[in-house]
């Protein structure tokens, strides 16, 4: 499975734009990047998913880098409720097997008042 | 809409007694199903999936074992807890683009 490597944490203040970076390095050209978050004591929550444009949702963006061996989630505006451990993932199935999702570590935001 | 339930919310064993997590998923039909682990401090290890039912494939050996007697039904069972065996474990369906996951029950085994 192909890896992702994130800062272990990342600190923001409210209300400032929050970038989170992910580095793919070995991902292949059928691999979608996934972002999840997870609240303290809850399950993962999807975020957004692309695989070579740039996305945007209601939540936040997904900035893919033209040879798509990195990428960056983007809090336009953090707000004390974005504090949560953010994942990012590949997956090369879009399919059946979408699920076997491979989580690290991910990075803890933690956003100041 | 869908849901996912999970039960129950906590729970603490003894070594060697049995486990049973049961899993739900309301609002859809022949979901894609899954079973994570997540130890304190770490990431989420997949446990087992299922794309219908009695189909079950494992993804790491261990003291657990999955069932999916229904098509909406996810059970996470061991017949005798390890103390490794302790953490959050959650339950997620499959929907295209998403994976969605349930409440999650806590584990701790003494």
């Known amino acids: 499975d192909a890896k992702t490597t994130q800062p272990n944490s990342m600190e923001s203040n409210e209300e400032e734009p929050v970038h989170l970076p992910c580095n793919h390095s070995?991902?292949?050209?059928?691999?979608?990047i996934h972002w999840y978050r997870q609240l303290p004591s809850q399950g993962p929550e999807y975020v957004i998913h692309g695989l070579t444009s740039n996305v945007n949702n209601r939540m936040a963006s997904l900035a893919i880098a033209e040879d798509r061996k990195s990428s960056t989630l983007i809090l336009h505006r953090a707000t004390l409720r974005d504090a949560a451990v953010y994942y990012c993932i590949l997956s090369a199935d879009r399919g059946s097997t979408l699920g076997r999702l491979y989580f690290g570590r991910g990075t803890q935001l933690t956003v100041w008042p | 809409s869908q849901t996912i339930h999970q039960w129950p919310a906590t729970l603490v064993q003894p070594v060697g007694s049995p486990l049973s997590l049961e899993c739900t998923v309301e609002?859809?039909?022949?979901?894609?199903l899954y079973w994570y682990r997540q130890a304190a401090g770490r990431g989420l290890q997949l446990l087992f999936y299922s794309v219908g039912i009695g189909q079950i494939s494992s993804e790491v050996p261990q003291n657990l074992s999955a069932s999916r007697p229904q098509d909406r039904q996810f059970i996470l069972s061991s017949k005798k807890l390890l103390l490794s065996d302790s953490g959050f474990y959650l339950c997620?369906?499959?929907?295209?683009?998403?994976?969605?996951f349930g409440e999650g029950s806590r584990l701790t085994v003494l």
């Open positions: 609002g859809t039909s022949n979901p894609n």
């Open positions: 070995t991902i292949s050209g059928t691999d979608y």
């Open positions: 997620a369906w499959q929907n295209t683009g998403e994976l969605f």
